[in-house]
């Protein structure tokens, strides 16, 4: 599921008197669809009683990168796409750590190749060995380019702020709902 709609279920559930973890009792969820911040994800979790697991791919690509228990970024599919990170505007390569966007070769297709497939999501590339041992490296996504903020006031200067680092400490607050909205001024 999506995580917004993970946390509809979640108080849908709560109207209605379901126990998430006792009436709907889940080993894990996989989160698809979008993504969202650590503490979005812990929220989900402590809603449900279970693990959250991202999977990351796309309509156009399939499956690009799937997390193990670990939670600690999607392991690359390896034998179906070859990713790449690259600064946006320039398309040039960038080193594991940095974060750019997400461009995709599709390696089985053979009736409609997908070649340097631009997806439009920010992230990064971990090549450090993940604690579970599968040996591939692993992809953070850190957003939707459209969906960044550009700085407001008069010094517009910095990389945009991606949604996720509003969402982490909005959602890191005890006190705070299920649901948010952002309101900027229009500069």
Not at 6 to 17: K, N, P, S, T, Y
Not at 39 to 50: F, P
Not at 106 to 128: C, E, G, M, N, Y
């Amino acid at each position: 599921t999506t995580p917004p709609y993970a946390m509809l279920l979640a108080e849908v559930a709560d109207q209605q008197g379901v126990a998430l973890g006792a009436d709907i009792r889940l080993r894990f969820m996989w989160l698809t669809g979008e993504g969202c911040s650590q503490a979005y994800r812990r929220r989900l979790e402590e809603l449900w009683k279970c693990p959250g697991i991202v999977f990351y791919g796309s309509m156009e690509c399939g499956s690009i990168g799937i997390e193990c228990a670990e939670q600690s970024g999607g392991h690359i599919s390896q034998g179906h796409v070859f990713i790449e990170i690259v600064e946006p505007q320039t398309g040039d390569p960038l080193p594991a750590g940095e974060v750019g966007e997400v461009v995709c070769t599709v390696l089985q297709r053979k009736a409609s190749p997908l070649i340097r497939f631009r997806t439009q999501d920010l992230a990064f590339i971990d090549s450090t060995p993940c604690p579970c041992g599968v040996k591939f490296p692993r992809v953070h996504i850190r957003g939707r380019m459209a969906d960044q903020f550009a700085h407001v006031g008069e010094e517009k200067t910095g990389p945009p702020i991606s949604p996720y680092l509003i969402e982490e400490v909005l959602f890191a607050q005890s006190e705070m709902g299920g649901n948010y909205q952002i309101y900027t001024d229009g500069n």
